[in-house]
């Protein structure tokens, strides 16, 4: 087997989506059939370790049965790297990924919400960057600077240096192109004034860095309903119903399989139909 596909979730904002994200791309992949393996590289949260341990006992409690991904912790107490120098974190996840990316199609990386020697070394190893973006300029100002007066886009802001930096080093040294894609996630159900000169800036720094832009997961209360039993709507079928199910989730796995296109993937199963049974 070659080498895995590296698809690194990042943004270095908090409170952008990220986990949430990484667990529903993860989820997704695995009933496309894909093997998947994860990494957390946000060593004092632990969001996605959390979601499968949740995934795992809930499976087990109620006879079920859904794929799970590979997981390698970098380190049993995630709290104690966190305080250890630059060089031990770079050397487990060196070693992690090293394991990992030889056993699994896909290795997907979830990033902390802020700028560490390990996130800059993931995000140099990606093949993609998935980068959430609530609908906010709040959030845009990670990406992007824009005059205080005008509200025009000045020049691309922190985040986008980091990821600019690995794109041109991996381009140099692998000859590898890093695909980026910026997805507005949590979008307003109404079009409002703001929205509109956001869509404006963001597009006008896609063109400028090259990312593209894509349709993240709105704020429904699926996702969140769903995150203690360590389940996405992926994963709701006949035998797979821990609330009560209606046409809002046929939505949300719609919503999830647009999501997935964006990326370039397919591959979730036919399970809207059941979903609304």
């Known amino acids: 087997m070659g080498q895995a596909s590296v698809i690194v979730v990042g943004n270095e904002k908090g409170g952008a989506g990220k986990s949430t994200l990484a ?12 093997k998947i ?42 709290d104690a790297l966190a305080k250890a120098p630059d060089a031990e974190q770079l050397a487990r996840f060196e070693a992690a990924f090293a394991e990992v990316s030889a056993a699994a199609d896909f290795v997907v990386i979830d990033t902390p919400g802020s700028d560490t020697a390990i996130s800059r070394a993931a995000h140099a190893r990606a093949d993609l960057i998935v980068t959430p973006m609530n609908d906010s300029f709040v959030d845009f100002d990670m990406l992007g600077v824009v005059d205080p007066v005008t509200l025009e886009l000045k020049r691309h802001s922190l ?21 980026w894609v910026v997805l507005r996630n949590r979008l307003a159900p109404t079009e409002a004034r703001n929205r ?9 720094l896609s063109r400028k860095v090259g990312f593209r832009v894509g349709p993240g997961l709105r704020d429904r209360v699926i996702y969140r309903e769903l995150f203690p039993f360590g389940l996405t709507v992926a994963d709701l079928s006949t035998s797979i119903r821990p609330v009560a199910m209606g046409l809002q989730h046929v939505a949300a796995r719609q919503e999830l399989r647009a999501l997935m296109a964006a990326l370039g993937f397919t591959g979730l199963d036919e399970r809207e139909r059941i979903a609304a049974e």
């Open 37 to 78: 393996a994860v990494l957390d590289l946000d060593l004092r949260q632990q969001t996605m370790g959390h979601f499968f341990a949740n995934r795992a006992a809930w499976l087990a409690a109620n006879n079920a049965s859904a794929p799970m991904p590979i997981e390698h912790p970098l380190s049993a107490a995630g």
């Open 159 to 179: 985040y986008a240096e980091t990821v600019w930096a690995c794109r041109k080093q991996r381009a140099t040294v692998e000859r590898k192109q890093i695909d």
């Open 23 to 34: 667990i529903h791309i993860i989820t997704a992949l695995l009933h496309g059939g894909a």
């Open 196 to 204: 509109r000169r956001l869509d404006e800036r963001v597009e006008a």
